[in-house]
């Protein structure tokens, strides 16, 4: 079965940086995208970027585009998200997720697979 671990989230101040990952156990498929996707204490689930399954194609949402790069090594069934100027509405759990849906990566919370997520932390 697929399992997704996210690392690397944690306490940063307001203009810091933080770069998360997400690294795929078990049976993996080559041609899957991958996501991220965030959720704020209080709110829904809201998509944060994707990357298609060559990474040749990346997609953001308005609120980071900019500010964070998704990108990924599939020689290490990793995806990554580099989060640089971080804001304090950036504060939330962030989840890895995967799908296998051909064509361009959904924007919508309905990925096959999902991380357990990681807290990120943005203090004024």
């Known amino acids: 079965q697929v399992q997704l671990v996210e690392s690397g989230g944690g306490l940063v101040q307001a203009g810091d940086a933080l770069r998360l990952s997400c690294v795929a156990s078990g049976r993996i498929f080559s041609r899957s995208a991958m996501g991220w996707f965030r959720q704020a204490p209080g709110k829904e689930r809201e998509f944060v970027a994707a990357i298609n399954w060559s990474g040749s194609a990346t997609y953001y949402a308005d609120s980071v585009k900019g500010r964070m790069t998704i990108s990924r090594d599939n020689t290490k069934n990793t995806v990554y998200l580099q989060m640089t100027s971080l804001k304090p509405e950036d504060t939330a759990v962030y989840y890895c997720?995967?799908?296998?849906?051909?064509?361009?990566?959904?924007?919508?919370?309905?990925?096959?697979?999902w991380g357990q997520g990681t807290h990120v932390t943005v203090s004024s």
């Open positions: 997720a995967a799908d296998q849906t051909v064509g361009r990566p959904k924007q919508v919370p309905s990925y096959d697979y």
